[in-house]
Every structure is written in structure tokens, then in C-alpha cells.
Nanobody, 119 residues
Framework: QVQLVESGGGWAQPGGSLRLSCVGS????????MGWYRQRPGTQRELVAHITNLGATTYADSVKGRFSISRDNDKKMVSLEMNSLRPEDSAIYYC?????????????WGQGTQVTVGS
């Protein structure tokens, strides 16, 4: 059974940075595409960043140039570096895994980690 466990959420000031991490288990991590979704209050979940099993990345327009997704297959970890944070980045962030989380529904979701950006 695939399990994804996120860490690293919390509070940051506008313009600040946070780094989210997600460790996978019960899976051959290197063959999965990985992604980070977020859900802001009153909105649907949206894909923030995606990385294929080969390391190609895509980003939502709202985070391009500010967020960076990376993976370490040896550690079975995917990370999201978030810089120049804005209040509108406040959301619950979910780690996801699947054959292609950019175009297909993810097969697995983490429990989510809260990110709050405010003064």
C-alpha cells in the first residue's frame, strides 16, 4: 500500500520561504510521477507542481519562478521549495503520486500539511 507522508508546513511571512518534503513508502518510488496539490479555503484542489519519473517539471502559472519541485529517488523523497511566499499561497498542501499526476488523477495522496502566509 502506497503511503505518502508530508512534513515542513507551517507559518511564514509574506516574501518568506518554506520547504515541504514528502516521503513515500510501499512503492517503487522511482517509477512514479510525483506532484504537489494545494487546497485553499472554499476552492478545489489545484496542481501546484509536478515532476515526472525522469525529472521533468511543470508548474502552475501562479507559482512559476517562485516554487521549485525536486526528487531524490534514493531517499524516496519529493520536495517543494517555496520562495517569495504570498498570502494567497496559504493552503493545505498535498503530496501525490501516480503514473502522471499532471494529466491523470493521482493514485495516492498524503494527509496534507498546512501552509499559512501572513504578517
Amino acid at each position: 500500500q502506497v503511503q505518502l507522508v508530508e512534513s515542513g508546513g507551517g507559518w511564514a511571512q509574506p516574501g518568506g520561504s518554506l520547504r515541504l518534503s514528502c516521503v513515500g513508502s510501499g512503492m517503487i518510488f522511482s517509477v512514479y510521477a510525483m506532484g504537489w496539490y494545494r487546497q485553499r479555503p472554499g476552492t478545489q484542489r489545484e496542481l501546484v507542481a509536478h515532476i515526472t519519473n525522469l525529472g521533468a517539471t511543470t508548474y502552475a502559472d501562479s507559482v512559476k519562478g517562485r516554487f521549485s519541485i525536486s526528487r531524490d529517488n534514493d531517499k524516496k523523497m519529493v520536495s517543494l521549495e517555496m520562495n517569495s511566499l504570498r498570502p494567497e499561497d496559504s493552503a493545505i498542501y498535498y503530496c501525490t503520486a501516480g503514473p502522471n499526476v499532471a494529466t491523470l488523477p493521482p493514485q495516492a495522496w498524503g494527509q496534507g500539511t498546512q501552509v499559512t502566509v501572513g504578517s
